[in-house]
């Protein structure tokens, strides 16, 4: 009876300790450094951890996220909607000097904001049930590039995608495919610009589905809305590697030569 009088709340203590370690909340510090009030100020925030400048967060579900003031101007974190309509979610205020406002986010979805008294300061905060990680496709469209190697593909997704993709240039698109269930409602593709030029068109198992783009050093930046169904994603542009790339012309090439080398020389000894 003694034994269980102490080790019956030694053990729930663990039980809740474990729990708390697998569903930890956890509360991002996004800083809006002094000067953000001015519009030509080089940037109007600062996540804590990462550095990130935009004002755009990803999160999960039961996150917080707290705003601190480091300038010397009042601001607002104000909810709105994608247009900008103030909706309601969440105002935290007049925020003074040093002061700060803090929100916890239990529903998925894209939350914007911005701060009334200096518009220009807007910012996003993601929530999902799962960021997922940085992942890679190598060697694709390998043999058409110049060094033989191919492309690298990344993409941000909390499952693989299988390695095997598509191409056709006549249809000028690459086809890829999810192995396994996503429990995202995005992935995030960079393409190379080699690869393929000016992505315009994607569908989602086979229908036509809106999406963001943008162009950084690394190529092109794609996020595509999916979600627990989807298995394929096909990517149109303007252009994909051609069908005979220089390296397959080369190989062409040299077996053409020998053919016809050969061929002259058979002719030759009948002659």
Same mark, same amino acid.
């Given at each position: 009876?003694?034994?269980?009088?102490?080790?019956?709340?030694?053990?729930?203590?663990?039980?809740?300790?474990?729990?708390?370690?697998?569903?930890?909340?956890?509360?991002?510090?996004?800083?809006?450094?002094?000067?953000?009030?001015?519009?030509?100020?080089?940037?109007?925030?600062?996540?804590?951890?990462?550095?990130?400048?935009?004002?755009?967060?990803?999160?999960?579900?039961?996150?917080?996220?707290?705003? @601190?003031?480091?300038?010397?101007?009042?601001?607002?974190?104000?909810?709105?909607?994608?247009?900008?309509?103030?909706?309601?979610?969440?105002?935290?205020?007049?925020?003074?000097?040093?002061?700060?406002? #803090?929100?916890?986010?239990?529903?998925?979805?894209?939350?914007?904001?911005?701060?009334?008294?200096?518009?220009?300061?807007?910012?996003?905060?993601?929530?999902?049930?799962?960021?997922?990680?940085?992942?890679?496709?190598?060697?694709?469209?390998?043999?058409?590039?110049?060094?033989?190697?191919?492309?690298?593909? @990344?993409?941000?997704?909390?499952?693989?995608?299988?390695?095997?993709?598509?191409?056709?240039?006549?249809?000028?698109?690459?086809?890829?495919?999810?192995?396994?269930?996503? #429990?995202?409602?995005?992935?995030?593709?960079?393409?190379?610009? @080699?690869?393929?030029?000016?992505?315009?068109?994607?569908?989602?198992?086979?229908?036509?589905?809106?999406? #963001?783009?943008?162009?950084?050093?690394?190529?092109?930046?794609?996020?595509?809305?999916?979600?627990?169904?989807?298995?394929?994603?096909?990517?149109?542009?303007?252009?994909?590697?051609? #069908?005979?790339?220089?390296?397959?012309?080369?190989?062409?090439?040299?077996?053409?030569?020998?053919?016809?080398?050969?061929?002259?020389? @058979?002719?030759?000894?009948?002659?």
């Amino acid at each position: 009876m003694r034994f269980s009088i102490f080790v019956l709340p030694l053990l729930i203590s663990l039980i809740a300790g474990y729990g708390g370690l697998v569903y930890a909340e956890t509360t991002f510090e996004i800083v809006m450094p002094s000067g953000s009030s001015d519009p030509d100020a080089p940037f109007f925030w600062k996540e804590k951890t990462t550095g990130e400048t935009s004002g755009e967060i990803t999160i999960f579900p039961n996150d917080s996220v707290l705003w @601190k003031n480091a300038d010397t101007a009042f601001h607002t974190i104000t909810s709105v909607t994608q247009t900008g309509e103030i909706d309601g979610k969440f105002d935290s205020g007049f925020i003074n000097a040093g002061d700060s406002f #803090e929100f916890q986010f239990t529903e998925l979805g894209d939350n914007y904001y911005f701060c009334t008294i200096h518009p220009w300061m807007s910012g996003i905060v993601h929530v999902v049930k799962n960021p997922g990680s940085v992942q890679s496709i190598h060697n694709v469209g390998s043999g058409y590039s110049e060094d033989g190697l191919g492309f690298e593909v @990344k993409y941000i997704l909390d499952t693989n995608l299988q390695k095997a993709v598509f191409l056709d240039p006549d249809n000028k698109s690459l086809t890829f495919r999810i192995s396994g269930t996503s #429990e995202n409602d995005q992935i995030t593709l960079v393409l190379p610009t @080699k690869l393929i030029e000016n992505p315009n068109t994607v569908l989602v198992n086979n229908e036509i589905t809106d999406f #963001e783009t943008e162009t950084t050093s690394s190529g092109t930046k794609l996020v595509i809305p999916i979600d627990n169904t989807t298995s394929e994603i096909k990517i149109m542009g303007s252009k994909v590697i051609p #069908e005979f790339g220089i390296l397959t012309l080369s190989i062409l090439s040299i077996g053409i030569v020998s053919t016809l080398f050969l061929t002259r020389s @058979k002719l030759s000894v009948f002659s």
